[in-house]
């Protein structure tokens, strides 16, 4: 049996499908059978080369992902073989995969922050993803049952989901005095959505300016929508609020959606930077002074924050998250409609 994959050969081209042997188990190593692999807007940037940082510049990620790789980070599949080591695991048995991988030895991963690591190994990345029929994980800690959720579900929570659930951790308090708004209904400001309604019992401000996304905001449990291209908004939001958002997730990640959430925090309001489509917006030291502003960002989530979403999500409490289902062949397709905005909730890629 051979290993079916569709890689980046070059960035800025389409992916490549080649076929190679399955390898050789070593060690702790999982060999796993993909049924269900999710597709990021990061794919994208990856597929192009680099992230778009404003006024020209760009950040390169030719020198940290080495080519041809295999994007993907979002899996799920079926046990199909064990190396020697390994132990507490069968099988046939179902998983989803954490992707954020770290190199285990230095401080942060010993502190259990292994997506932060300054020498990552994550899935899709730095190592071969999920954009194939099989995937080679380096020990079995970094797979979690997903119990009854269907696969194609499951396998979003390893970005989407543990993308928002770490942005929704950094919020200090939500209540009706203390308004939460997120930025973007895309596959990760859904995630946000249906988790704060589960963990702060409030519908958030959800801005958008794509309204065809909002009968999907409306579904995963938003509350009051705002297009915040629509005249005086900012200013309608700020007095229906007294003052503004106590916390704004920006799960968008332009100019405009960063500009629009500083905007419209209150004094000693919160932004949480989570978004990564690209540009430069201009911050204003003297306001966030006046105002007492926090701005922070938040990158995907730890191992136990994936263990402690999947519990919530195996659960039941969650609506599910909407998917569109495309052939593994299809994958460079996928990412252009992604690219365009073509995408509404997430696609799962099926090999």
Not at 241 to 261: K, P, R
Not at 275 to 291: N, Q, Y
Not at 339 to 345: F, L, T, V
Request: proline share 4%; hydrophobic share 40%.
């Amino acid at each position: 049996m051979n290993v079916i994959s569709h890689q980046l050969e070059q960035f800025g081209q389409p992916l490549v499908k080649k076929l190679r042997e399955l390898p050789q188990l070593e060690g702790s190593q999982v060999l796993i059978r993909i049924g269900s692999c999710g597709v990021c807007h990061s794919d994208v940037h990856l597929q192009d080369g680099y992230f778009d940082l404003g006024g020209g510049a760009r950040l390169d990620m030719g020198k940290a992902m080495q080519i041809p790789r295999t994007l993907g980070h979002e899996i799920a599949g079926t046990v199909a073989a064990l190396g020697p080591d390994v132990t507490h695991v069968s099988l046939g048995e179902r998983f989803v995969v954490f992707p954020w991988i770290g190199c285990a030895q230095c401080s942060i991963c010993q502190a259990g922050e292994e997506q932060l690591c300054n020498k990552p190994q994550a899935l899709g990345v730095h190592r071969d993803g999920g954009f194939a029929s099989h995937l080679l994980v380096p020990h079995p800690r970094y797979l979690i049952d997903y119990g009854p959720l269907a696969e194609e579900q499951a396998c979003t929570y390893a970005c989407s989901g543990l993308t928002a659930y770490g942005a929704l951790k950094k919020v200090s308090q939500v209540n009706r005095d203390q308004p939460l708004m997120i930025i973007g209904a895309g596959g990760v400001g859904l995630s946000g959505i249906r988790l704060a309604r589960h963990m702060f019992g409030l519908a958030p401000f959800v801005v958008e300016q794509d309204r065809a996304k909002w009968d999907l905001a409306k579904q995963a449990g938003a509350g009051e929508l705002i297009d915040p291209n629509e005249e005086g908004v900012l200013k309608s939001l700020i007095k229906s609020t007294g003052g503004g958002a106590a916390t704004a997730i920006d799960f968008v990640g332009s100019a405009d959606s960063f500009s629009f959430g500083v905007s419209a925090l209150r004094k000693s309001g919160k932004m949480i930077c989570v978004g990564l489509f690209g540009g430069a917006s201009k911050i204003v030291p003297a306001m966030v002074t006046m105002k007492s502003l926090s701005i922070e960002g938040s990158y995907v989530g730890s191992l136990q924050d994936m263990h402690d979403l999947m519990g919530i999500a195996r659960s039941g409490v969650l609506p599910d998250m909407p998917l569109t289902i495309e052939s593994l062949e299809s994958s460079s397709k996928v990412l252009e409609n992604l690219r365009q905005g073509n995408i509404r909730g997430r696609c799962i890629l099926k090999c």
